[in-house]
């Protein structure tokens, strides 16, 4: 925790102050860095230092709290150390703010003994260490060795942390596009409009197939539903029936196949159709029909 919400002011008597959280997320944004927590505000009087100036940890990433200000913070390895043993308890903030004392952006914080703002204790909320039980759950959640220790444990969970937020990035950019997606009824009414044509087309190579069938004499007309039927449903099988048919009729447009002599050898369109299914050769079938004749 890092500033607290609404008005507040410090221990030493300053403020009051008000926090404008959407201001402070703002400028975090806009100024694109991490910000640094030191040891006793040690950063501020940098410049009158000669040697270093370490950083404790670094605030990452910054997020608003029932209207209170919290930061994700990476800690090096030492300042972690001395959290867990509680030699650094208290965070406190620093802040820039206008002569209202509205608090516009952070610059960062300070590990203390005297926090001036009353923030929870960055140790633990009750100043407690982790409970054994769930650093060793967690340690067996990881898959780590029995080994870890507690800052070994900090940057794997900070690692999964890290993960989720890429795995949360990528899924939201392979969101669909709206503009590249129909509604299904109207997807439904192009496949119904589909299917509708296709079974028309269908119909119309089967009736085209019938119709050249019984050009070729191969079908009498009162075989015309049986084989639209046929070729509709199947229509290589019934290609195949035609080409092995032999013809029962004669071609259309052979008009001298249809004389009709007027002796009792003549055979009828019937009787022709009855030879080609029963195997009989037109003489055997018109000598048969005479002795039934006689009878």
Same mark, same amino acid.
């Given at each position: 925790m890092l500033i607290p919400a609404g008005t507040f002011s410090g221990r030493d008597g300053r403020g009051p102050y008000? /926090?404008?959280?959407?201001? $402070? &997320? =703002?400028?975090?944004?806009? #100024? @694109?860095?991490? !910000?640094?927590?030191?040891y006793d505000h040690q950063t501020l009087e940098a410049d009158g230092k000669s040697g270093p100036v370490p950083a404790a940890g670094w605030i990452k990433e910054l997020q608003a709290r029932e209207g209170a /200000?919290? @930061?994700?913070?990476?800690?090096?390895?030492?300042?972690? #150390? &001395?959290?867990?043993?509680?030699?650094?308890?208290? !965070?406190?903030? $620093?802040?820039?703010?206008?002569?209202? #004392?509205? $608090? !516009?952006?952070?610059? @960062? =914080? @300070?590990?203390?003994?005297?926090?001036?703002?009353? &923030?929870?204790?960055? =140790?633990?909320?009750? #100043?407690?260490?982790?409970?054994?039980? /769930?650093?060793?759950? !967690?340690?067996?959640?990881?898959?780590?060795?029995?080994?870890?220790?507690?800052?070994? &444990?900090?940057?794997? /969970?900070?690692?999964?942390?890290?993960?989720?937020a890429t795995l949360k990035t990528e899924a939201q950019s392979r969101q669909p596009d709206p503009a590249e997606w129909v509604p299904m009824s109207q997807h439904k009414a192009v496949a119904d409009e589909l299917a509708k044509l296709q079974t028309q087309i269908a119909q119309e190579k089967a009736e085209a197939a019938v119709r050249a069938a019984m050009s070729a004499g191969k079908l009498a007309p009162a075989m015309k539903d049986w084989a639209l039927s046929y070729a509709s449903k199947d229509p290589e099988g019934f290609a195949h029936w035609c080409e092995k048919a032999p013809a029962i009729l004669p071609p259309e447009g052979d008009k001298s196949a249809h004389r009709v002599a007027p002796n009792a050898d003549t055979l009828t369109e019937e009787d022709r159709i009855a030879c080609a299914l029963l195997g009989m050769s037109e003489a055997e079938f018109a000598a048969h029909k005479k002795t039934l004749i006689k009878e």
């Open positions: 008000t /926090l404008d959280i959407e201001a $402070v &997320l =703002a400028a975090f944004e806009q #100024g @694109g860095i991490d !910000l640094p927590i030191d /200000l919290w @930061g994700r913070v990476e800690w090096t390895p030492r300042a972690a #150390g &001395l959290i867990a043993d509680k030699e650094y308890r208290y !965070l406190s903030p $620093v802040f820039r703010h206008d002569k209202q #004392g509205r $608090v !516009l952006s952070i610059e @960062g =914080a @300070g590990l203390t003994h005297y926090p001036n703002l009353d &923030l929870t204790p960055v =140790a633990h909320q009750k #100043g407690d260490p982790m409970p054994e039980d /769930l650093f060793e759950r !967690l340690v067996m959640m990881l898959n780590l060795p029995a080994t870890t220790t507690p800052d070994e &444990l900090v940057a794997e /969970l900070q690692k999964a942390i890290d993960q989720l």
